[in-house]
């Protein structure tokens, strides 16, 4: 199972992206997808994620009211609309996805996905 993200690019603050990840490779169903985003010299950190089954959402204050995360889960496709960008979005944008239900892991950790995409470049420009 691979995952693709797409989308990416150079924007300026203020403007507008939208992210697509998309699974390829044999069926699987995943419990939750997400995005994470990397920025130089800086840890990975959570976005937002989306949790199949009653169709919760979840985003970081850092993003909240800005970005919003949708998809498919029949298709295990996740979107990230992003908003009103500024600087400190710049970042590699990473999706992941969840393909087990149980865990001791929130779905805002790293630690909650175990199928990651090869990420996605975000430039915001001033």
């Known amino acids: 199972v691979q995952l693709q993200a797409s989308g990416g690019g150079l924007v300026q603050a203020g403007g507008s992206l939208k992210l697509s990840c998309a699974a390829s490779?044999?069926?699987?169903?995943?419990?939750?997808m997400g995005w994470f985003r990397q920025a130089p010299g800086k840890e990975r950190e959570f976005v937002a994620a989306?949790?199949?089954?009653?169709?919760?959402?979840y985003s970081s204050n850092s993003v909240k009211g800005r970005f919003t995360i949708s998809g498919d889960n029949v298709k295990n496709t996740v979107y990230l609309q992003m908003n009103s960008l500024n600087l400190e979005d710049t970042a590699i944008y990473y999706c992941?996805?969840?393909?087990?239900?149980?865990?001791?892991?929130?779905?805002?950790?790293?630690?909650?996905?175990?199928?990651w995409g090869q990420g996605t470049q975000v430039t915001v420009s001033s």
């Open positions: 992941a996805a969840r393909t087990y239900s149980s865990g001791s892991y929130t779905v805002e950790a790293m630690q909650a996905y175990d199928v």
């Open positions: 490779g044999r069926t699987f169903s995943s419990y939750a």
């Open positions: 989306i949790r199949w089954n009653g169709g919760w959402t």
